[in-house]
C-alpha cells in the first residue's frame, strides 16, 4: 500500500536524514552524511515540536513562573511597577480568618466525592453484571457529565427554588416546608455539593464500569465454581482490579474539590458562605485588582494539589504513565 | 421470595430511583420551558403539565433576544479551530516523541509531562496577564490558544496510538523516498483515526461546555459563547423561568443528540480521556 504514496522528494538532500529519524527502539549508528543532510535532519522533530512547545511554554510554563514571581509582590495587575513585599502574602492567607475560610467549603465538595465513589462504584458493579435495560441506565447515569455547567446551574436554581422542583416533589409526600434551600451556609453548601454529585457521578461511573470490563471474565466463571457469591466477587476480584482507577479518581476528586468553581459560582455567586477557593481567587484578581494576593492565593493551592499527587504515586505506582 | 430475589428487587428499585434523581431536575425544566408567564407565575407548582405543550414561544425568546444565534456561531468557530488545531498539534508532538531521537528529547517529554499536573485553573491568574499582553483578550483567539495549548491528554492518547503504528510502514514509505513530513501525512495521519475521533469527541464536548475560560478572556457581549449566553439570562430574566427554562433545554438539546448518535465513541472516548 505505501506504493501509492511514492512521492519523489523535492530536495536531493531529504533523503539522507532517513537513516537517522529510525525509532529509538531499534536505532543503528547513523551513517555518516552530508553536512546539509544533517543539519536538516537535527531539525526534522524540531519543525514538529515548534507550535506545540510554543504554545506549552506561553500557557503553562510562562504563567507558573510568573505567578511565582506575583506572589511576592503587592502588585494591582495594571500598574507598570512592581513592589516586592517578600512572603506577606502568604502569610495574609494562612492568618486571615475569612481567606482561609475557603478551605472549609472544600470540605463539602470532599465529603460528596466520598459519596460519589461509592455511588460509582456500586451503580459500576451491578450494571456490569446481567440486567435489564443495562444501556438505559448507563446511558442516563452518564449523561448528566456531558451538560453544560451553566445550564446545570440553572436546572438546580430552580431545583432548589421556593415551591421549585424539590418542594414540589417533597410535598408530593406530604411534606411541606418553606425552607429556602440556599438561604443558609450549610443547606447552601450541602445543596451544591449535591448537584456536584449529580453532575460527575457518571464520569466515575463510566471509569470503573471501563475497569470492571476489563477483568477477564473466567475470573468470575472460577470465583463461582468455588461458591463465591456477588460480595466476594466484588471484594477479591473486582476492587482489586480496578484499583488503579479509583486511586486516580481519589486524586481527580480531591483535586476537583479544591479547584469547585463553575456550579457555586453561577448558582450563588459564592453568596451565603459558598465562596471556593477559585471563587475567591477570582475575586481578588479581577473584581479587587490583587494581583499579588490572588497568585499567592494560587501558588497554595497549585502546591496542595501537586502535594496530593506525590502522596497519590508514592501510595500507588502508576505505571500507565510510561511516556518514555 | 428468595433471597436472591429479593436482592435482585432491590438492585432494580436503587436504578430506577437513580433514574429518577437524574431525570427529575432535567424534565421539569423541559416541562416549565413550554409554560406561560402566567403558569410559572401562579401554577400550582413545577410539576404540573403546561396547557399547551406546543407552546415555543420561550424558546423563540430565548434564542432571539438572549443572542443564541451569535453564541452557537461563536462557539462552532472556537469548537472548530481548536479541536483541529489540538488534533494537528497532538498528533505532531506524539510522532515527534515516538518516531525521532534528538538531544533534549527527554527533556521535551517532561515538560509534557508535568504540565499534566498542573491544573489550569491555578494558573488562570498569571495566565490572563500572558493573554493580555499579546494582545488576545477580548477575542476569540484567547480561547482558541488557551484550548490548543494546554491539552495534555491529547497528546497521551495520540501517543499511545502512534506507538501503535508498526514502524516497518515508516521505513517501507522512506525506502520509496518519502521524507518525514509525508510520512506523518500520508501514513500516521489517516493511521490515527481512531485516535482523532476520541480527541474531536471529548475536545469538542469539554469546549462546548467552558463557562471559565470564555468568562474570563471574552468579557463582550457579542463575543459570547453558549455558556456565557446563558450565563447572561440570569440578569434581564431573573425571575422568568420559562424563559431561562428555555435557553438551558436550547443548549442541552445539540449534547442529547450528539451523545445518542454516538454513545458507544463518547463512552469509550471518556475511558481513554481520562485515564490517558
New interface residues.
Given amino acids: 500500500m505505501?506504493?501509492a504514496?511514492?512521492?519523489?522528494?523535492t530536495h536531493g538532500t531529504?533523503?539522507a536524514?532517513?537513516e537517522?529519524?529510525?525509532?529509538?527502539?531499534?536505532?543503528a549508528a547513523p551513517a555518516p552524511a552530508p553536512r546539509r543532510a544533517r543539519t536538516w535532519r537535527?531539525l526534522?522533530?524540531?519543525l514538529?515540536?515548534l507550535?506545540?512547545?510554543a504554545?506549552?511554554?506561553?500557557?503553562?510554563?510562562?504563567?507558573?513562573a510568573?505567578?511565582v514571581a506575583?506572589s511576592f509582590t503587592d502588585w494591582d495587575?495594571v500598574s507598570p511597577e512592581l513592589h516586592y513585599t517578600g512572603a506577606e502574602n502568604y502569610t495574609e492567607i494562612f492568618t486571615r480568618e475569612d481567606l482561609f475560610q475557603v478551605f472549609w467549603v472544600s470540605g463539602y465538595y470532599l465529603a460528596a466525592s466520598v459519596i460519589q465513589i461509592v455511588a460509582a462504584l456500586?451503580?459500576a458493579t451491578?450494571?456490569s453484571f446481567n440486567?435489564?435495560f443495562r444501556?438505559f441506565?448507563?446511558?442516563?447515569?452518564?449523561?448528566?457529565?456531558?451538560?453544560?455547567?451553566?445550564?446545570i446551574g440553572?436546572?438546580?436554581l430552580?431545583?432548589f427554588?421556593d415551591?421549585?422542583?424539590l418542594?414540589?416533589?417533597l410535598?408530593?409526600f406530604g411534606y411541606h416546608t418553606d425552607h429556602a434551600w440556599l438561604g443558609t451556609p450549610t443547606s447552601a453548601n450541602v445543596s451544591l455539593a449535591g448537584v456536584s454529585i449529580?453532575r460527575y457521578l457518571g464520569?466515575n461511573f463510566?471509569?470503573f464500569l471501563?475497569a470492571i470490563q476489563s477483568i477477564p471474565g473466567e475470573l468470575y466463571e472460577a470465583a463461582e465454581l468455588d461458591g463465591a457469591g456477588?460480595w466476594h466477587q466484588f471484594r477479591y476480584i473486582i476492587l482489586p482490579g480496578i484499583k488503579p482507577?479509583l486511586t486516580?479518581t481519589v486524586i481527580?476528586s480531591v483535586?476537583g474539590s479544591l479547584?469547585a468553581?463553575?456550579i457555586p459560582y453561577?448558582m450563588t455567586g459564592g453568596a451565603t458562605g459558598t465562596e471556593t477557593f477559585?471563587i475567591q481567587?477570582?475575586k481578588l484578581?479581577?473584581q479587587f485588582n490583587k494581583?499579588g494576593l490572588?497568585?499567592a492565593a494560587?501558588?497554595v493551592?497549585?502546591l496542595i494539589?501537586?502535594l496530593v499527587?506525590w502522596v497519590q504515586r508514592r501510595l500507588v505506582p502508576d505505571d500507565?504513565?510510561d511516556?518514555? | 421470595m428468595t433471597r436472591r430475589a429479593v436482592?435482585r428487587t432491590l438492585?432494580?428499585l436503587?436504578?430506577i430511583a437513580?433514574?429518577l434523581?437524574?431525570?427529575?431536575?432535567?424534565g421539569?425544566?423541559l416541562l416549565?420551558s413550554l409554560k406561560t408567564e402566567n403558569e410559572t407565575a401562579n401554577g400550582g407548582?413545577?410539576?404540573t403539565l403546561p396547557h399547551d405543550p406546543l407552546n415555543f414561544h420561550n424558546y423563540v425568546t430565548a434564542f432571539q433576544d438572549g443572542g443564541m444565534l451569535t453564541a452557537f456561531g461563536n462557539t462552532a468557530f472556537i469548537l472548530v479551530v481548536s479541536v483541529g488545531g489540538t488534533v494537528l498539534?497532538?498528533s505532531?508532538?506524539a510522532?515527534?516523541?515516538?518516531?525521532?531521537?534528538?538531544?533534549f528529547?527527554?527533556l521535551?517529554?517532561a515538560?509534557?509531562?508535568v504540565?499534566a499536573?498542573?491544573?489550569g485553573?491555578?494558573?488562570?491568574?498569571?495566565?490572563?496577564?500572558?493573554v493580555h499582553s499579546?494582545g488576545m483578550f477580548d477575542t476569540r483567539w484567547a480561547p482558541i490558544?488557551?484550548y490548543?495549548?494546554?491539552d495534555i491528554v491529547s497528546?497521551?492518547i495520540f501517543?499511545q496510538f502512534v506507538r501503535s503504528i508498526p514502524?516497518s510502514?515508516?521505513?517501507?514509505?522512506?525506502l520509496?523516498?518519502?521524507?518525514?513530513f509525508?510520512i506523518?501525512r500520508?501514513?500516521i495521519f489517516p493511521l490515527l483515526k481512531p485516535a482523532i475521533a476520541t480527541v474531536v469527541i471529548v475536545k469538542g464536548?469539554a469546549v462546548?461546555?467552558d463557562?471559565?475560560i470564555p468568562f474570563?478572556y471574552m468579557p463582550s457581549q457579542d463575543l459570547g459563547v453558549?455558556?456565557?449566553s446563558?450565563?447572561r439570562?440570569?440578569g434581564p430574566y431573573a425571575a422568568h423561568?420559562e424563559t431561562?427554562?428555555a435557553?438551558?433545554v436550547l443548549?442541552?438539546l445539540p449534547?442529547?443528540i450528539v451523545?445518542?448518535a454516538l454513545?458507544k465513541y463518547?463512552?469509550n472516548g471518556?475511558?481513554r480521556g481520562?485515564?490517558?
Avoid at chain 1, 5 to 9: D, E, R, V, Y
Avoid at chain 2, 95 to 103: G, K, L, N, V
Fill in positions: 505505501t506504493h504514496h511514492t512521492h519523489t522528494p531529504e533523503k536524514p532517513f537517522a529519524t529510525a525509532p529509538a527502539s531499534k536505532r537535527l526534522t522533530p524540531w514538529f515540536l507550535a506545540p512547545l504554545l506549552l511554554i506561553t500557557f503553562t510554563y510562562a504563567p507558573i510568573n505567578m506575583y495587575g456500586y451503580f451491578i450494571l440486567i435489564r444501556n441506565f448507563k446511558g442516563v447515569l452518564f449523561f448528566p457529565s456531558l451538560v453544560n455547567g451553566v445550564a440553572f436546572v438546580f430552580y431545583f427554588q415551591r421549585g422542583t418542594d414540589t416533589v410535598g408530593l449529580w464520569m463510566v471509569l471501563g456477588r482507577v486516580l481527580l483535586s479547584s468553581f463553575e453561577i477559585v481567587t477570582v484578581a479581577f494581583t490572588a497568585s494560587a501558588v493551592l497549585l494539589i501537586l499527587t500507565r504513565v511516556l518514555v | 436482592a438492585v432494580y436503587s436504578l437513580a433514574t434523581i437524574v431525570l427529575l431536575p432535567l421539569v425544566v416549565t407548582g413545577a410539576l498539534i497532538g505532531m508532538t510522532y515527534a516523541i515516538d518516531r525521532f531521537t534528538f538531544r528529547r527527554k521535551v517529554i515538560l509534557f509531562l504540565a499536573l498542573v491544573p485553573v491555578t494558573t488562570q491568574v498569571a495566565t490572563f496577564q500572558i499579546l490558544a488557551l490548543m495549548g494546554t497528546i497521551y501517543l514502524i510502514l515508516d521505513e517501507a514509505a522512506r520509496d523516498g518519502a521524507n518525514a509525508t506523518y500520508k501514513i464536548i462546548y461546555n463557562f471559565y474570563l453558549i455558556s456565557t446563558l450565563f439570562f440570569k423561568w431561562i427554562s435557553g438551558a443548549v442541552i449534547t442529547l451523545f445518542l454513545q463518547i463512552y471518556f475511558m481520562a485515564t490517558r
